[in-house]
């Protein structure tokens, strides 16, 4: 090629594509929002650029995704803490939230984005309040997101009345349709908070949208035995029963799951994002991901809120990831380096069906992109790229991002984003949260 | 006080002393190699220091405390992983580690200095080969630390047979004896490599200097079966028939115990070094660390090499060892942050028999401090001090770091160690042992 935008050259390409193809000096060009051509260094010696970023060596490769987080609960990171789970819910976080209002959610998703910018996440799904709030933030912070209202049987203090749930939701998906950033999906919280007919009508709004539906779904044994008492059924089983499980549902967390339940996960081809330390922090369990994987589920990574992790660093989320399975199944085999990059890029793209758009480097795709600075102590020497990206590197390692085209940040300087203003209006939401406890 | 030689302030000073107090703007004055003093910033306005370094109201807290390393295989980090343990150590480590020698060691343990004190560590124990070569490096880089050479019942690559390893050991404390910051420790290296001579032989040498005595022991299950097989006990229980257990003793890893040899390692108040990342990656197991806890054994937090981890930040490790136990319980209170930052600190420091030296800030004590920059959005807001180091922090947001009253890191610049050479000299070592594959 001849001209290009960006020319992010001299790097260790890794694609991530279905051959896991590897390009030792490589270099990326990008033009517009997208990825132009991908190739060995030599091969854009004559291409003028309009910007080049020399990687020194690094890695360059696809942005990470978070498949499910809260982002604007970066207001009550380390609020509470070792605390059982309905403990933590009714005394701490539940009060915190009853003060949301749109502004604090922007706000908190502001300093989520910027957290995750600066840990090399480059598209994260969200579930919470006020979300067209997390929408404009991740706009503004040039991070790709998919953003959607949390329904659940009783008021929220968003929207108030179901009704006007879905009403906000439907908003949503019509003001952000054609955004390059932005996509929709519908988000009844879990079976345990959403009647059967919430569930079934989320389930309609996501179909007649073709837009993702997100769901928190066995996230522990209690849940089971909730759902297990009102329907006699598991919550997968309860899905099916009502017709909820389909190729666009992302089921999170997924821990306590029978054999049959994943067997019919499987059958329709259900995607699930799986959030370890999360399961870890609150005592939920571990979920059945090798066994999900030989099942052909889809799995993607997520960190959930970081009230419950408490960072939303995707690459300590991958290192969690393949141990915590080893560990579980005393096999030092499973969950190998390799299959976790997968579930944090490709499979994570897919299971939010950006599989088109995201989630590896392939000519054609949005340009999200990441440049990682392999020159340092803990990062040397370097034998195996897997191994490394999951095992020894931090979201600190991360020096340049580039979202749909736009440089997000360079050399470890966020480009879209005033930090210390955000930092600040969210310290201000934390002192009126102490001083109300 | 009217003079210090350096005087840290406008920081929140975490003493980690036995009852936890903390100062919330605070400084901590230091005189030679020693805590002269702490207390809020007013109480030093009238005082000299040759150097103020300013915490800008980050965390003032004593260095993290690593019981158990192999600093050097850092040469071998990312060389083999997701691989079964005689697999990874036949056919990868053992290969690898036959090609070792003295200068090869000094590298690897000088990368493994700088990726510490990067990290906040600032005192490691060590078991390896060529070990005079660790305790060079970490006298070199300004590391507090216990070095011992593994001994084995096999000829080692560094001595020679066993007889040869003892003579190493003794000569090795005599050449340390006096060292500000280095400590010689009895190495056996398990129970399944050292026959109960060896072992019996290795706890006199600690006796009879008074020095620690550390090995490997219960971290499989297997290991376990093996002993069984030989001996007709548990692990524990053979090293208490051959007189092995002590008040000296550093037991590392503990996975695979019994009730009874929890009892009994509490009634000799033996030490416990808990590795739950290289537990984890290998398949090892969970250790009963609560049930420790309970029985009242001192257990202090490592991360094992970095070739089963794969990065030996102690900030990392608190975060697992606080979640692990949390999902192995079920039990979400279990581990609390609190308990966490005590086994990576003063715990760890009692476990390596050096509590009057180090691991707390207490005017006295040896100055081992690090100073948190928690002006970064991950630590933002902050409503919880442990919970932020434990859950959220990582090695990278170590600002500064003291070590025996040396300044070794000041903004994140290493000032003891040419960090490129360094890194340029591990890179050529893995050169070779690509070569050789």
């Known amino acids: 090629m001849k001209e290009t935008d960006i020319l992010i050259t001299n790097g260790i390409v890794m694609t991530m594509n279905s051959n896991e193809t590897v390009i030792p000096n490589g270099a990326v060009a990008?033009?517009?929002?997208?990825?132009?051509?991908?190739?060995?260094?030599?091969?854009?010696?004559?291409?003028?650029?309009?910007?080049?970023?020399?990687?020194?060596?690094?890695?360059?490769?696809?942005?990470?995704?978070?498949?499910?987080?809260?982002?604007s609960m970066s207001c009550f990171r380390g609020l509470a803490d070792d605390l059982h789970l309905m403990t933590w819910l009714n005394d701490y976080i539940f009060p915190a939230e009853s003060k949301l209002n749109y502004e604090k959610v922007k706000i908190g998703?502001?300093?989520?984005?910027?957290?995750?910018?600066?840990?090399?996440?480059?598209?994260f799904a969200d579930m919470y309040l006020f979300e067209d709030a997390v929408a404009e933030a991740a706009k503004a912070?040039?991070?790709?997101a998919v953003v959607g209202e949390v329904l659940y049987d009783f008021p929220s203090p968003s929207y108030g009345l179901i009704e006007e749930g879905f009403?906000?939701?439907?908003?949503?998906i019509k003001k952000w349709k054609n955004d390059p950033l932005i996509t929709v999906a519908v988000e009844p919280h879990s079976p345990y908070l959403c009647a059967p007919d919430l569930l079934i009508r989320a389930g309609d709004l996501s179909n007649e949208y073709e837009v993702p539906l997100i769901i928190h779904v066995a996230e522990t044994q209690t849940e089971v035995s909730t759902i297990f008492e009102r329907y006699g059924k598991t919550p997968i089983a309860h899905l099916a029963e009502i017709g909820v499980l389909s190729p666009f549902l992302l089921a999170c967390h997924c821990v306590a799951l029978t054999d049959k339940d994943i067997e019919q996960m499987a059958f329709y081809d259900v995607k699930v994002s799986h959030n370890p330390e999360s399961n870890m922090k609150l005592a939920s369990g571990i979920a059945p991901v090798p066994e999900m994987m030989d099942a052909g589920v889809c799995v993607g990574l997520g960190t959930d809120g970081c009230t419950s992790n408490n960072n939303i660093d995707m690459f300590l989320e991958m290192d969690t990831a393949a141990k915590i399975h080893k560990v579980n199944t005393l096999d030092p085999t499973v969950m190998d380096a390799k299959t976790v990059l997968k579930m944090a890029t490709r499979d994570a793209a897919k299971a939010l069906g950006l599989e088109n758009l995201t989630g590896s480097l392939v000519p054609g795709k949005k340009a999200d992109v990441i440049v990682i600075d392999t020159n340092k102590p803990h990062l040397t020497p370097m034998y195996n790229l897997h191994s490394h990206l999951v095992y020894a590197a931090g979201g600190n390692d991360v020096d340049t991002s580039i979202i749909n085209g736009q440089v997000v940040m360079?050399?470890?300087?966020?480009?879209?984003?005033?930090?210390?203003?955000?930092?600040?209006?969210?310290?201000?939401?934390?002192?009126?949260v102490k001083l109300s406890r």
Chains 1, 2 share one sequence.
């Open 30 to 71: 990008i033009s517009g929002d997208r990825i132009a051509d991908i190739g060995p260094c030599d091969k854009f010696s004559n291409c003028r650029a309009g910007k080049v970023i020399d990687a020194k060596n690094g890695i360059i490769m696809p942005g990470l995704i978070n498949t499910h987080t809260h982002a």
């Open 141 to 144: 912070a040039g991070v790709r």
């Open 109 to 123: 998703a502001l300093l989520a984005c910027a957290e995750m910018i600066l840990s090399g996440t480059t598209c």
């Open 167 to 172: 009403v906000y939701t439907e908003n949503l």
């Open 410 to 432: 360079e050399n470890r300087q966020l480009l879209t984003l005033d930090i210390a203003k955000v930092m600040a209006d969210v310290n201000q939401v934390a002192d009126e």
